[in-house]
């Protein structure tokens, strides 16, 4: 059987007596395993079951995939609070649902676009970055996703997220805000590609000039909508700002950038070093740091880099 009819879901978003009904399949050497019809309902006793033979992933036909995906999405709260499941699969369902949600978004940003559903999805991630010690596995299993926009949206929000939350830890009511400004931050690359479907599409666009419009689309479009707060309006218009200007698109200085999108831009910067591109091996986080240590006289304020680095090394590194 072709690998590209079933999609993979965490063992976690499998909730007995509620699961949507559709079949289940579970994978073996390559071979997909009816496990369930859809006409069976999902049991406790299926769960044990699987649970006791260590099952983490079970697989849909992809022409299920977007019912799944919508009921995790709507059920994401009971499936992270499941006692039953570990806390790499409770990871997986939070990347799938998060990742679902973004390619929804990238794909048709005017039809998907909806503040309150990134709000939500943000705020389990919130939760999820607050309470646990280490967010390594997570964002390890961020960097399977794809296309690029998908992941790297993801992981800029996970970073972010978990650089506020320990920089300004009294300021936890904005760590929402931060989630979905980073979630967002490059919506603009969108709409001047539409077509962002393959990994190397972004990276292969037509020019400087047009890649440069990106924050700036990103922001009329949001704001258009009339559903996002200053904070995130502010973050993806300026995320490519630095801190001793020469950024875009208003060659904004020191303070004239908000704190909140200093974080998003140095997260951003980051998060595009530790990923492979057309052009280079992705960079260790040391390294990465080491590269933005040399540019930080010119894009980042010493002080926030030198916080920013010691949360990496102690959560990464
Ligand atoms: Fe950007
Ligand atoms: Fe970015």
Redesign the pocket.
């Given at each position: 059987m072709s690998l590209a009819l079933y999609a993979p879901i965490s063992i976690a978003c499998v909730i007995p007596g509620i699961f949507p009904q559709v079949a289940l399949y579970t994978e073996s050497r390559g071979n997909y395993v009816l496990y369930k019809d859809e006409t069976r309902p999902f049991t406790d006793e299926d769960s044990d079951r699987l649970l006791n033979n260590n099952i983490s992933t079970m697989y849909v036909r992809t022409g299920d995939f977007d019912v799944v995906s919508r009921f995790a999405e709507e059920n994401l709260s009971q499936i992270l609070q499941r006692e039953d499941v570990d806390h790499e699969s409770k990871c997986d369902a939070l990347c799938q649902t998060s990742s679902s949600y973004l390619n929804d978004i990238f794909s048709d940003p005017e039809k998907s676009q909806d503040a309150a559903r990134c709000q939500k999805l943000t705020g389990h991630l919130a939760k999820h970055i607050s309470e646990n010690k280490s967010i390594a596995s997570l964002f390890e299993k961020m960097s399977i996703s794809s296309p690029f926009a998908v992941k790297?949206?993801m992981q800029?929000a996970a970073i972010s997220m978990l650089a506020w939350s320990k920089l300004f830890p009294e300021q936890y009511d904005l760590l929402v805000d931060v989630g979905v400004a980073s979630m967002l931050?490059?919506i603009g690359?969108c709409l001047i590609m539409p077509n962002l479907s393959e990994e190397k599409d972004y990276w292969t666009t037509p020019s400087v000039d047009e890649i440069k419009r990106h924050p700036i689309e990103g922001y009329v479009f949001l704001r258009k909508h009339g559903q996002y707060s200053d904070l995130v309006l502010d973050a993806v218009r300026h995320?490519h700002e630095r801190y001793f200007g020469g950024g875009y698109p208003g060659g904004l200085k020191g303070d004239e950038i908000r704190i909140t999108t200093q974080v998003v831009g140095l997260a951003?910067m980051y998060?595009?070093l530790v990923v492979d591109r057309p052009t280079r091996k992705a960079s260790t986080p040391e390294e990465a740091l080491a590269i933005i240590n040399d540019e930080t006289h010119k894009c980042f304020s010493t002080l926030l880099f030198t916080a920013f680095k010691s949360i990496i090394m102690e959560q990464l590194g």
């Open positions: 790297h949206s800029v931050h490059d690359m995320h951003d998060c595009t």
